[in-house]
């Protein structure tokens, strides 16, 4: 397998080397996903993809920039592709990731977050940087299991009178209508809770706020 195939990259804009990393679905088979992020005239691309029995792929080599976080931000970061590593994980959003593909995952993250020294807490969903436009990696994907391996965060419980929005704006999330940010914030860390925000919210997003969060 040639390693690197996909035409679509650049140069990381201002020389910055990644420090952050990206997590997607693909939505579409792994074999669908492989040409789509391999054809010049897609014009996406990531830095790895991670079918259901666990292959990881190479697509473009992490010192350049790949096209697929598109429009968004993080920690007040904008053009995150400059910013970012991208791993699409084979999946269409309805399902639980296979088991052989998350532990592929974790190996994976394991090598990136030591090879550019990036924090656990600096491994976000595409949902999480795009909430108005992007769901993924979706309800299904296991963020806690990450965190159990030090790979991405779990909130515990911190004060439940904090205001939600100074919250998560301070771990990260940006601007946006709050039913938008309020959903996005579920879909990672409270992906059955439904209504509107409620005490666990606010105290789940204070605790990630405190410890992850910006000053």
């Known amino acids: 397998m040639t390693p690197f195939p996909s035409p679509n990259f650049g ?30 005239t897609a014009e996406v691309s990531a830095h790895w993809l991670i079918s ?10 992490e010192r350049h920039r790949a096209w697929h976080a598109g429009a968004g931000a993080w920690a007040g970061l904008e053009d995150i592709n400059s910013h970012s590593i991208g791993i ?20 994976l993250l394991t090598a990136i ?3 550019w020294s990036i924090a656990p807490h600096r491994v976000i969903g595409h949902s999480d940087m795009a909430p108005q436009r992007k769901s993924d990696p979706g309800r299904h994907f296991d963020w806690r299991r990450l965190a159990r391996q030090g790979l991405s965060v779990w909130p515990g419980l911190g004060d439940p009178t904090a205001p939600l929005a100074t919250s998560l704006t301070r771990f990260g999330y940006p601007d946006a209508p709050a039913d938008i940010r309020l ?11 439904t209504g509107p ?19």
Do not use: K
């Open 11 to 40: 140069e990381r804009r201002g020389g910055v080397s990644p420090s952050l990393v990206v997590i997607h679905y693909t939505a579409i088979s792994c074999d669908e996903a492989r040409a789509r992020l391999c054809d010049p």
């Open 52 to 61: 259901e029995t666990g292959m990881a792929e190479a697509l473009v080599d």
């Open 88 to 107: 699409e994980l084979a999946n269409d959003g309805s399902q639980p990731f296979a088991e052989p593909q998350m532990a592929a995952l974790e190996t």
């Open 113 to 115: 977050l030591a090879r």
């Open 183 to 193: 959903a996005a914030f579920r879909l990672r860390f409270r992906p059955w809770a």
């Open 197 to 215: 925000e409620d005490a666990t919210d606010r105290a789940l997003a204070q605790h990630l706020a405190q410890e992850f969060g910006q000053a």
